[in-house]
């Protein structure tokens, strides 16, 4: 999601349930947000951390914060647009995708037996690396989601591998089949993390104030990164060894 201005923001009222913590503000970190109320002129401040926020909802100017362990926490504010906003912002936040990664964008993710093996793992990498992009510049937790669609993730992938048993084996129909069928073989683990990320996605978008739901997608759209990952380690062996298949075997009529 698109990077929000954080700061302080005044809250008219601040209540705990049915305690009310009257007037005070709300300041919003990466990592706490943090009411400051001052009932009968004392202050008392409630500090919630990010993590322990499972739900977000805002109704005219009131904005609901469903706590972890069960307390709801609601603010009245003349900003509560802003207010849910920057809190929203620091809640629906999509996890680190490819720091950990071993093979994208590495040396270790192409064995250099073959000349086009770079080419042919950006190829790979290409959709969803282009879903991330699109997602950081989306404003929305839907638009987020949408970015990754799974289908159209799915679909990217089944292309590539066509494409890649083309290029090797595109006159010899019988290599060509069995090159697509392995490399399809190969690549469940990564099809699997897809139609995972197709359930999450089909939840949050049904629950879009309960930040769990969010949670789920977005570890699951990460084991569909990791997924990713893995798969290409096993789809470059096999293009290897296609590569010099390819070399030897006179082309076969379709």
Known sequence: MAETPRGTIAVSAARVGRADLGEG???IDDDVLTIMARPSGAERML???I???DGLAIDGDDVVVSVRDGRQVAMTSGDAARLHQDIAARCFVLPELTRTLRTFGSRRGRRGRRPNAAADQQRFFAPFVDARRVASKSPSPAETIAAFESAALTRALEDALRRFAVERFGQNGPARRALEAE???SSEPLQAALRALAERASEARARTDEIRAWRSWALSLRDVF???????AALDVALDVAHVSASRVPPAHP
């Open 25 to 27: 503000t709300a300041t």
């Open 226 to 232: 990791e997924a990713a990952d893995r798969v290409w």
């Open 47 to 49: 500090r919630i951390p």
């Open 51 to 53: 993590p322990a926020i």
């Open 183 to 185: 490399l399809v073989d």
